[in-house]
C-alpha cells in the first residue's frame, strides 16, 4: 500500500457486465502461465456461465434478453452498499433450475435445432447438472453480435431496439473503499437507464457514456473505442473478444469483474470428446472461486445451504429424465 493509501484509504473499482450473443472459445489453446491477462482473469475476475461446461451451447432466445439483464440490473440495484459476491452466487443459483428444466424440454421434444450440434452432450446428465454456475476463463474467446446472421439487415425499428439488448452489458459499477483502519465500504456509481445502449460497450454512445458521463474520464473515451474495435464512425461493432475486453478493463483501472456470460461456450476447432470437457471444467471449478477479499470464499453454513438446493433439483431433474425416457418409449 502507498503512502497516500495508507493515509487516506485505498479505493478500487469494480466492473460487473452481462454478455449476450453468440460465443466462440480457444479452449485448446489457453493462455501461457506466464500472462498478465491469465494472472487477471484468475485472481481478479469473477465469472457467471450459463452454459458452464466447456464445449456447450448455450440455450435461449433473443427475446429473453432484455427482461434477463433488467432482472439483473435490479438485482444489482437492490444492494448498493455491499460486495457482489452473493449477488451472483444468488442468481447462479435462481437461474439454475429453471434453465435445467429449458434444456430438459428441448431434449425431449427432440429440439436439435434449439441446442444445435452439441445435442448429443446434453444427454450427459453432468452436464445439465453443471449449467449456470461460477466458472473461469483460461482462454481468449470470440463473441459475436448478431441474431441469426453478420450480414443480416437491421431495417425496422423493432429489430433495432432488439439489438440493443444483444452484447456488453454493463449492469452495475461500484468502488470499494478501505480506510486507513481496515473498514470496508462500497459506493454505487451508476445506475441504468432504459435505454440498453447506453450502458452497452457495442456500441459508440455506451462507451462514451460509461466513460464520460459515469466515471469522468473523457480522456479515455479515444483509447477505449480503438481497444474495443471502433473504427471512423462505426456505432455499433459486431464483435469482440475477451482479450480486447481485457484491455479496456486495464485501461480504465478496473480492479475488479463480475463478468456473467449468456454466450455458447462451443469450441472453436470442432465439437471435442467429452472427457476433454470434463478436463477443462475441472481446472475451471478450482478457478471460480477467489481467494481475495474481491470474492469471499462460501462459509460451510451456506455451502450446506446451496448443496440442500443442488440435491433437490438434481432429484426434480432425474424425474424429468424419467419421465422423457418413458415419453420415447411410447
Given at each position: 500500500?502507498s503512502k497516500?493509501?495508507?493515509?487516506e484509504?485505498?479505493?478500487?473499482l469494480?466492473f460487473?457486465i452481462?454478455?449476450?450473443?453468440?460465443?466462440?472459445?480457444?479452449?485448446?489453446?489457453?493462455?501461457?502461465?506466464?500472462?498478465?491477462?491469465?494472472?487477471?482473469?484468475?485472481d481478479n475476475?469473477?465469472?457467471?456461465s450459463r452454459?458452464?461446461?466447456?464445449d456447450?451451447e448455450s440455450?435461449?432466445d433473443?427475446?429473453?434478453?432484455?427482461?434477463?439483464?433488467?432482472d439483473?440490473?435490479?438485482?444489482?440495484?437492490e444492494?448498493p452498499?455491499n460486495?457482489?459476491a452473493?449477488?451472483?452466487?444468488t442468481?447462479?443459483?435462481d437461474?439454475?433450475?429453471e434453465?435445467?428444466?429449458?434444456?430438459?424440454?428441448n431434449l425431449a421434444?427432440?429440439?436439435?435445432?434449439?441446442l444445435?450440434?452439441?445435442f448429443?452432450?446434453?444427454?450427459?446428465?453432468?452436464?445439465?447438472?453443471?449449467?449456470?454456475?461460477l466458472s473461469a476463463?483460461i482462454s481468449?474467446?470470440?463473441f459475436s453480435?448478431?441474431?441469426?446472421?453478420p450480414?443480416e439487415k437491421?431495417?425496422?425499428?423493432g429489430?433495432?431496439?432488439?439489438?440493443?439488448?444483444i452484447?456488453?452489458?454493463?449492469v452495475?459499477?461500484?468502488?470499494k473503499?478501505?480506510?486507513p483502519?481496515?473498514e470496508?465500504t462500497y459506493?454505487?456509481?451508476?445506475?441504468?437507464?432504459s435505454d440498453?445502449s447506453n450502458s452497452?460497450?457495442i456500441?459508440?454512445n455506451?462507451?462514451?457514456f460509461?466513460l464520460q458521463?459515469?466515471l469522468?474520464r473523457?480522456?479515455l473515451v479515444?483509447?477505449?473505442?480503438r481497444?474495443?474495435?471502433?473504427?471512423?464512425?462505426?456505432?455499433?461493432?459486431?464483435?469482440?473478444?475477451?482479450?480486447?475486453?481485457?484491455?479496456?478493463?486495464k485501461?480504465?483501472?478496473?480492479s475488479y469483474?463480475n463478468?456473467?456470460?449468456?454466450?455458447?461456450?462451443?469450441?472453436?476447432?470442432g465439437v471435442?470428446?467429452?472427457s476433454?470437457s470434463?478436463?477443462?471444467y475441472?481446472?475451471?471449478?478450482k478457478?471460480?472461486?477467489?481467494?481475495s477479499?474481491?470474492?469471499?470464499r462460501i462459509?460451510?453454513k451456506?455451502?450446506?445451504?446451496?448443496?440442500?438446493?443442488s440435491?433437490?433439483?438434481?432429484?426434480q431433474?432425474k424425474?424429468?429424465e424419467?419421465?422423457k425416457?418413458?415419453?420415447n418409449?411410447?
Amino acid at each position: 500500500m502507498s503512502k497516500k493509501e495508507k493515509e487516506e484509504g485505498k479505493k478500487e473499482l469494480i466492473f460487473s457486465i452481462a454478455i449476450m450473443g453468440h460465443g466462440c472459445e480457444h479452449l485448446l489453446r489457453p493462455w501461457k502461465k506466464d500472462m498478465p491477462i491469465l494472472r487477471y482473469f484468475m485472481d481478479n475476475v469473477r465469472v457467471y456461465s450459463r452454459a458452464c461446461v466447456p464445449d456447450l451451447e448455450s440455450v435461449g432466445d433473443v427475446d429473453e434478453f432484455k427482461d434477463m439483464v433488467s432482472d439483473i440490473q435490479h438485482r444489482f440495484s437492490e444492494v448498493p452498499e455491499n460486495e457482489t459476491a452473493s449477488i451472483v452466487s444468488t442468481y447462479a443459483d435462481d437461474e439454475r433450475f429453471e434453465y435445467q428444466k429449458k434444456i430438459i424440454y428441448n431434449l425431449a421434444h427432440h429440439k436439435q435445432s434449439s441446442l444445435g450440434p452439441r445435442f448429443d452432450k446434453f444427454n450427459v446428465f453432468e452436464n445439465i447438472e453443471r449449467a449456470s454456475n461460477l466458472s473461469a476463463f483460461i482462454s481468449n474467446k470470440e463473441f459475436s453480435f448478431h441474431i441469426n446472421s453478420p450480414e443480416e439487415k437491421v431495417n425496422t425499428k423493432g429489430k433495432k431496439e432488439l439489438y440493443k439488448t444483444i452484447g456488453v452489458h454493463v449492469v452495475d459499477i461500484r468502488i470499494k473503499k478501505t480506510s486507513p483502519s481496515g473498514e470496508v465500504t462500497y459506493e454505487k456509481l451508476f445506475t441504468p437507464s432504459s435505454d440498453l445502449s447506453n450502458s452497452n460497450l457495442i456500441y459508440r454512445n455506451g462507451v462514451t457514456f460509461i466513460l464520460q458521463e459515469v466515471l469522468r474520464r473523457p480522456e479515455l473515451v479515444e483509447p477505449a473505442l480503438r481497444f474495443l474495435g471502433f473504427e471512423g464512425a462505426t456505432e455499433r461493432v459486431m464483435t469482440l473478444s475477451l482479450e480486447q475486453i481485457y484491455e479496456f478493463f486495464k485501461l480504465v483501472g478496473i480492479s475488479y469483474v463480475n463478468l456473467m456470460d449468456f454466450t455458447c461456450r462451443a469450441c472453436s476447432v470442432g465439437v471435442m470428446p467429452q472427457s476433454i470437457s470434463d478436463q477443462f471444467y475441472t481446472i475451471e471449478q478450482k478457478l471460480s472461486v477467489k481467494k481475495s477479499a474481491f470474492g469471499k470464499r462460501i462459509s460451510n453454513k451456506k455451502r450446506n445451504k446451496s448443496n440442500k438446493r443442488s440435491n433437490k433439483n438434481k432429484k426434480q431433474i432425474k424425474r424429468s429424465e424419467k419421465k422423457k425416457q418413458r415419453n420415447n418409449k411410447k
